[in-house]
């Protein structure tokens, strides 16, 4: 009765070593998955080193030429300045760039926070309450972030204009609102579906109105994408040109200029024609770009953890 026993535990014994050979012999043969990994990880990795040269390279570009004098502009692109001086950002603030910086600064003082106010309070009653036309709502909202603001240029025009408000900057504060709404509620609505339900029942048990619910409980959750959308709100509202272009326009020669920087920095250059100042151009560049950059170089984890907040939740 043993003798079987014995043979099939002899069987198995042999069987090992012709498994630990297939296994090395697997474990030794190239991996066709893993070769195709690495191809994939050097061309991103390539592609991103390529994008971020297109992007720094003018960038450099335009900081030397802001320090250099036209004749060592038109000698050559890539030297270094003679001199290292701020003289150019001196004269391009005094052409206007200085007025020009103020004028969007007023504006978006007030234009991101009610922005921010206005789209998250409407992304919140979309997300958290069922009523009818809820979702109508929503899917307005989404058209609008779709919907191509050229095509209304010409309405906003006489629109604004009946209004009393060409060349103010409340007209300018209402229609960057209601251009920067749509992104701003789409982006919270899934934001603000992610929080946790059971907080928003316990404040409201407790006997919490819906307001005190929303500033002092959801938005303190809402954090992470508060700050991720304004971000993008601060980007997109400072580079803005077609806008200020189209309604920030003097109605007569004793009217005020309330040109924005972009809008500015247009202006500067025509003016100035085939004899301009190149370093106090490109010093006004410097200084449109500066604070967004320093902006976003600064929040740049929050933005990406604002992106991500959503789905790790």
């Known amino acids: 009765m043993s003798t079987p026993i014995k043979e099939s535990r002899a ?4 069987n090992v070593p012709a498994q630990g050979a297939a296994k090395k012999s697997r474990g030794g043969a190239a991996d066709p998955a893993g070769g195709e990994g690495r191809v994939l990880n050097v061309f991103s990795h390539g592609f991103l080193a390529l994008w971020a040269v297109l992007i720094v390279l003018p960038l450099l570009w335009i900081i030397l030429g802001s320090f250099k004098t036209d004749a060592e502009i038109g000698a050559s692109a890539w030297s270094w300045p003679s001199h290292w001086g701020l003289d150019a950002f001196t004269r391009a603030w005094d052409k206007g760039i200085g007025d020009f910086f103020v004028n969007t600064v007023i504006v978006m003082a007030f234009s991101v926070p009610l922005t921010m106010l206005f789209g998250s309070m409407a992304a919140y009653v979309l997300a958290r309450y069922d009523f009818p036309g809820n979702r109508f709502i929503y899917f307005l909202f989404v058209g609008g972030a779709m919907f191509p603001v050229y095509l209304a240029l010409v309405p906003l025009f006489f629109m604004v204009r009946n209004l009393g408000m060409l060349n103010t900057y409340q007209g300018l504060i209402l229609v960057y609102i209601a251009y920067s709404l749509p992104f701003t509620v789409f982006f919270m609505h899934s934001f603000f579906r992610t929080l946790p339900t059971a ?6 048990i407790d006997g919490a109105s819906h307001t005190r619910v929303f500033f002092q409980v959801m938005v303190p ?26 309604l920030m326009q003097q109605q007569s020669s004793t009217d005020p ?6 809008q500015g920095l247009v202006n500067l250059a025509l003016s100035q024609g085939y004899a301009g100042d190149q370093p106090a ?33």
């Open 221 to 246: 959750m809402a954090k992470p994408g508060l700050l991720s959308v304004g971000i993008f709100n601060v980007l997109g509202q400072w580079n803005q040109y077609i806008l200020p272009v189209t």
């Open 199 to 204: 907080i928003h029942e316990a404040a409201v």
């Open 281 to 313: 151009l490109f010093a006004g560049i410097v200084i449109a770009m500066l604070p967004v950059l320093v902006v976003y170089l600064s929040f740049q984890r929050q933005v990406q953890a604002g992106l991500t907040a959503g789905t790790l939740k």
């Open 257 to 262: 200029d309330h040109s924005m920087l972009a």
């Open 11 to 14: 069987g198995l014994l042999d």
